[in-house]
T-cell receptor, first 116, second 116 residues
Framework: GAVVSQHPSWVICKSGTSVKIECRSL??????MFWYRQFPKQSLMLMAT?????????EQGVEKDKFLINHASLTLSTLTVTSAHPEDSSFYIC????????????FGPGTRLTVT | AQKVTQAQTEISVVEKEDVTLDCVYE???????LFWYKQPPSGELVFLIR??????QNEISGRYSWNFQKSTSSFNFTITASQVVDSAVYFC?????????????FGTGTRLTIIP
């Protein structure tokens, strides 16, 4: 079946540094990937929609200069949290669309970011 | 605007009991998808079901069943003969049909604990 991976699965960084999270579709091509954020014991909130070869579309209230998204290939999207602060600590989950099959969204296992 | 309400924040039942998780949604679209996902403690989202708004037939999959009532905008999920492995957070979600950019709107989730 369709598999989406994320790397790293968890990361701890110091305040002010930048962190890059990768999302890969392992056995299918994903023209669209989505990035979600989940705070502890809360729901998933869509941050942005990433389309291969074009700029990401950010949801209202999400700072595009802080959360840089690059979708340079059909199997890889990256989310870079720039100048991270403790309030950015969260669980980041990506999903990828597989239009060649069922157009389902397949979710990655998530990346837990802790900013100290 | 789309909205998904899961009024039950937490539910605890004794193993082998049946349990129903409620989901009520709001949308102005006439065509949409409804989903249920399971999120165990590991964090990874597990897809359970997708239902098209035109298909109001109830569905059964093993111990799981879903009741879609368009008249009341509800998409409830029942687990029969619950097991400890069913303990997780369950999310109901709604997606518009916007070819290429179907964004998921998640409910706040219901934390289900099965007591052995």
């Amino acid at each position: 079946g369709a598999v989406v991976s994320q790397h790293p699965s968890w990361v701890i960084c110091k305040s002010g540094t930048s962190v890059k999270i990768e999302c890969r579709s392992l056995d299918f091509q994903a023209t669209t990937m989505f990035w979600y954020r989940q705070f502890p014991k809360q729901s998933l909130m869509l941050m942005a929609t990433s389309n291969e070869g074009s700029k990401a579309t950010y949801e209202q209230g999400v700072e595009k200069d802080k959360f840089l998204i690059n979708h340079a290939s059909l199997t890889l999207s990256t989310l870079t949290v720039t100048s991270a602060h403790p309030e950015d600590s969260s669980f980041y989950i990506c999903s990828a669309r597989d239009y060649s099959l069922t157009d389902e969204q397949y979710f990655g296992p998530g990346t837990r970011l802790t900013v100290t | 605007a789309q909205k998904v309400t899961q009024a039950q924040t937490e539910i605890s039942v004794v193993e082998k009991e049946d349990v129903t998780l409620d989901c009520v949604y709001e949308t102005r679209d006439t065509t949409y998808y409804l989903f249920w996902y399971k999120q165990p403690p590991s964090g990874e989202l597990v897809f359970l079901i997708r239902r098209n708004s035109f298909d109001e037939q109830n569905e059964i999959s093993g111990r799981y069943s879903w009741n879609f009532q368009k008249s009341t905008s509800s998409f409830n999920f029942t687990i029969t003969a619950s097991q400890v492995v069913d303990s997780a957070v369950y999310f109901c979600a709604l997606s518009e049909v916007n070819f290429g950019n179907e964004k998921l709107t998640f409910g706040t989730g219901t934390r289900l604990t099965i007591i052995p």
